[in-house]
């Protein structure tokens, strides 16, 4: 297959685009992968989509291999599966919602739990029916807040999404392993460097939710190792290891002090250590940090009040706090909610007025009853001492929502953690019986009593995976395809306006399609220097040049990442790129 | 390849879904290929994919075949571009859309002149740069005011829409033919039995718009041909052939009549020749209907008063009638609207009341100056007799509403027309300079003047597809798939519960994989006369059945669509299939 340059429907740019954070958003614009129609909505151009469908191909090559099977649904669905699982109104504002003519209330998919527990509920019910896992490649639609750095995250945008369903927690198992390793399989074959992360806290169950991050800086995804242990987990699934309780008894009385000029926790500890004079020493994580924050449940109104307590040496982690929160919203308190609020003293809320006036309190796992704290004294210049939990104040709960530093103790107790940033790519989550409870998908047992199914949710981010590779492949001068997903085998560029170099590089291309390689042949009339600039942003792995040198009887092999470029007689040409391209 | 029936997502059934009218939705929904989710909106099931995705894939052969550039845009689209050409407004109910969070409008491609427009405008800019022809496989939204009929007519459906971009005639001209040719060849190949017609009225030049009719009587869609020309056209784009002008002068004079019990034309022509003593005989043909409608231009909240006329032995044809005004709406007149006008006399209407009261009066072509007719008088019980045209009334124009029969002339004045009954596969559209200019979408020439583009405009419903080929390929018992579309090569039954015929089926199911050619094995635990059925209704259209006769070494291949069986010898059959399915 030869696609000709002069007439493709391709034109590079030479300026970043004004809005592109990232490299795979720069480059796919740049080199005519890609262009924007909305936020978060971009055109596939036609080099884009045969990436795009290379990917697809391996995805689907994959979940057919564990015995997946295709289907699809439609994108426009109708509320009422989505209400009777309550997501219609705890989706918020993600959801693209529409009526249609008649009034009827409909949605743009994010997701299809709903319909997969259905149709499978529509078509089967012996025991014997089942496992069954079902998938889809489709296009998906959530009104992000925030739409970014291009096909990473946008609105609309295609995904693989599969589930399982099976009889019992073992079947489950086997479902979700098998997952895991077909998305191995898919990542690998990308030629992507991954890691895959815990993305559940322990409550769910260690092992009932894994993430695939894709190694990048860029990305928004924090996750953390172990330096000792297996352990790895997306910050936001991290459990802060929790110390123990101890006793009450024979701790010192709780003491307020005046301590003007102490705005920030640093400025309060060294009021402490050099002015109070109370013969100790105080470090930041000795003291209690109140930050005050309003939530609301989805579909309600009124906002609530909440305080979360967080040891004075951390910040509140907001993705983390999010997390713990969801499906609340969560938003900082405004000036108004203090003037409402006027028991909130600004900058030394203490539990004290909190407990007292009703506030909602979490605090970190670290905050138990025993230990002792150096908080808000609930007056304007002034904290309290050796404020005792589990004496003085009670909270309501925990949280996660303090942040997870490199150095912190690994949950698993081996070890410190390390952090780095990545991308999700893929995620496989024991989804249980949610869904089928919403819908009592049951199957009749061979004792004719129904067994409930249980699910499995698994997820791949098809479009973005097209981004995620740019990311990881590319250097200064343009993108570099592993050849796995690169739109073209070769790209062949005719350097010189000779007749006869023209003639041989049409020669050399229609052999090389003839042998089975898919050709981008730059027939434009452009110079070599615009030619060569093109291919390297392009990011075809194999350029081959054909110029001046033919009337020696050679053309240049060029390898896009490694530059390094091989002199090669034209009678050999197809069998040598036949052997780089593994045709 | 092999899919085994014992795991396959598919349970057939044995009613007909309740909903369904035709052939095609009935099998397909019985067959399991599709679920409905919603008024219009289906799931593709296992079986149905596979279809879909064999159209689609020759579809895109024959698209890339004549240089067309696959690209594709999102399916959410923002306002702006269908503001600029009133599309926002002009497409009325029949537009999904949606706000998204912050409030911005948007809506769900109907489809995507726009965007195509303004794609190749962001990228194009010299004249070298054309011709270019792109195209999309994806999704569009309708919002139906009737969806029906299963995947014929849904709300979200997939089409291959195409456009062309030439900066000239003759280019538009070369454009809209190597469309034409890539069409038949696509319905060629599925096999297709379909006309094509005529989709616009002369107005706007005779080959200007195609469409692509599947014969089937279940379709919308009626069209005419000639008895002895190649005239062709769907019946909304017959044009009337208007009869020539005579001259008025020594027309009998307009007289009232009195005309008691008249409700009908019948009943009128009857009393005219019988009662009125006129010396003449008519026939309903001289009379002349004035239908009373109101119609409202899209945007618009009033509606205005219509009033159409047409000789009384022909009935206003709805959809001729909608075609000729739209993109107004079209409703009926109700009791309040003739309350409000008491001018209108219900079944006595005439002319004179219309056009004293400034109500817009547009007749049938054939009522031309000098014609004279018979109408009503605008009180009960009286008609109006010789009430000449451009003597008496002056009419605001002509309209084509009135029904086309077979038997009338045909339009090009060679035979006359029959009519047949079809379903709308494909349309070819030279669109103009429509969109280009509404984006001015230029190209700088030679001579650095701005040419404006002119643009063709080409569709094929894919998905719609397969439930045509169903609408022509079934019998009694169920589909029968032609080879190129069918969800598999080969359906073998395995009949017996012997182990080893199950073991001689599993190993010809493996042969004939390994010789290239897909087969589902229907390795259930069912009866033969169960397999049978389902093989019937599945519709794959060669059936190996593997049963007793491979004791004595043979096995049956059934030919779905002929019925006939044929033996063959056992280590004959891989060769034997490969000739029949011809792989």
Redesign the interface.
Known sequence: MITRMS?????TLREDPADAEVPSHRLLVRA?YV?R??PG??????LG?RVLRRIEAVVREEMDAI?A??????????KEPYEATNRWTEYG??L???K??KGGD?L?GPTHEE?FAL?VK???SSYRDYP?T?YQIQ?K?R?E?RPRAGILRG??FVMKDSYSFDLDDDGLSKSYQLHREAYIRIFDRLGLDYVIVSATSGAMGGSASEEFLAVAETGEDTYVRSTESGYAANVEAVVTPAPAELPVEGLPEAQVHHTPDTPTIETLVDFLNDKAGLGRTFTAADTLKNVLLKTRQPGQKDWQLLAVGVPGDREVDQKRLEASLEPAEVAMLEEADFAANPFLVKGYIGPKALQDNGVRYLVDPRVVRGTAWVTGADKVDHHVVDLVCGRDFTPDGTIEAAEVREGDASPDGKGTLVAARGIEIGHIFQLGRKYSDAFELDALGPDSKPIRITMGSYGVGVSRLVAVIAEQYHDELGLVWPRQVSPYDVHLVIAGKDETVAAGAEKIAAELSAAGLSVLLDDRKATPGVKFADAELVGVPTILVVGRGLANGVVEVKDRASGERTEVPVGEVVEHLRGVTGH
Chains 1, 2 share one sequence.
Do not use: C, H, K, M
Request: aromatic share 16%; no cysteine; charged share 20%.
């Open positions: 007439s493709l429907f391709l034109r005519g262009r129609v909305a909505g971009y055109t596939w151009l036609p989509i015995g099977q295709e289907i699809q649904f439609p994108a426009l669905l109708p504002p993600n693209f919602r529409l249609d003519r409909y743009l319909l149709t529509g078509e089967y069954v079902l296009t639609y009104d807040a609105r609309e």
